[in-house]
């Protein structure tokens, strides 16, 4: 009888542990862990407390029932949770199809210049949000702003109206200004999976007489669902985050009459404390809470129902 091999397999040699990607991961690890992961962790936490004659004490769920059950804070939170949908919702049906529209028409292969359009479109977003609030005070103030003038110009001064110093249509203007500088996101992405489309899904579109927008709204936007998928969830989480472009332009108080308050400047009052009003450590974390908690809910509603059902559509 022959004797047993022992020599194993070249397929079956134990793979060398990679300990290097640990170490060059472990530095980064720490940072966000330290940035982000240990404040989450804290200020859910310190949601769960409040002071109660003079002590730091666990109060359960009672910043919640106060919050939910104050007619002072509730009214200013149901307030400013709904502007924070109609700020979210502006952006859903405005600033996402004008970016699909636009990536649309730049991946035109004869286009000319689409470059310089590309970089034009795209170079608002590049702007600090003090500048772009700053800059749009200026166009649109009834005083000393160019809007009138330039309406004027096109026969349609008598539509200008101190946008932004009206409750009615305050929260309109401020997302349309988010619109405008936020835009090239949507369109450089949307832009990006186009591009990404096989030359042979097209030509077998061509070959079967599918070619302008019919090609475009039956082959290529079912093929770039995914990624509209992507944009709509990082409009949610981006707009439920929002704070800085309305704190510029509209202060603090996201005046007027609280018409553009949306959760991060709620939030922001709450914390810090504004004015005359003082700082509540422990109501500012339970906002920031209800703020988690409503982004992951939206996060975990599109990765375990809508991405599922576009997958079908990636190559």
């Known amino acids: 009888m022959k004797p047993r091999e022992t020599t194993l397999e070249v397929g079956e040699l134990k793979r060398p542990r990679r300990w290097h990607i640990l170490v060059f991961l472990l530095p980064a690890l720490i940072v966000y862990t330290a940035v982000m992961i240990l404040p989450l962790i804290e200020t859910l936490r310190q949601s769960f407390y409040n002071t ?10 009672g910043n919640f029932k106060v919050l939910f059950g104050d007619p002072r804070w509730a009214a200013d939170f149901w307030n400013a949770l ?9 952006h859903m049906a405005v600033q996402n199809p004008i970016g699909i529209a636009l990536a649309a028409m730049l991946s035109i292969p004869k286009l000319r210049f689409s470059a310089f359009y590309r970089t034009a ?3 608002p977003t590049l702007l600090s949000f003090v500048i772009v609030g700053f800059i749009w005070k200026l166009i649109l103030s009834p005083i000393w702003g160019v809007a009138p003038y330039l309406m004027d110009l096109v026969w349609l001064k008598w539509l200008f109206a101190p946008w932004l110093g009206r409750p009615d249509s305050a929260l309109i203007a401020v997302s349309l200004i988010s619109v405008w500088q936020y835009v090239g996101i949507p369109m450089m992405l949307i832009y990006a999976a186009l591009l990404n489309i096989p030359d042979e899904v097209i030509e077998a579109a061509e070959l079967d007489g599918v070619t302008g927008w019919s090609q475009f709204w039956k082959i290529k ?8 998928g992507i944009v709509s969830i990082l409009t949610f989480v981006g707009n439920f985050n929002a704070f800085d472009l309305i704190y510029t332009v509209q202060g603090a108080l996201a ?5 553009t308050d949306i959760l991060g400047t709620l939030l922001y009052r709450t914390f810090f404390g504004f004015q005359l009003q003082l700082g ?3 109501m500012g974390a339970t ?6 908690l409503i982004i992951l809910a939206g996060v975990s509603l599109y990765l375990f129902v809508i991405q599922r059902r576009m997958r079908r ?3």
């Open 121 to 123: 479109i795209f170079l």
């Open 287 to 292: 906002i920031a809470a209800i703020m988690f």
């Open 255 to 259: 005046g007027p009459d609280g018409s």
């Open 280 to 282: 509540d450590r422990s």
């Open 313 to 315: 559509y990636q190559f």
């Open 82 to 90: 709904r502007n924070n949908f109609v700020f979210f919702l502006i």
């Open 52 to 61: 109660v004659d003079g002590q730091y004490a666990f109060v359960g769920l």
């Open 221 to 228: 936007l079912p093929l770039v669902l995914p990624a509209i």
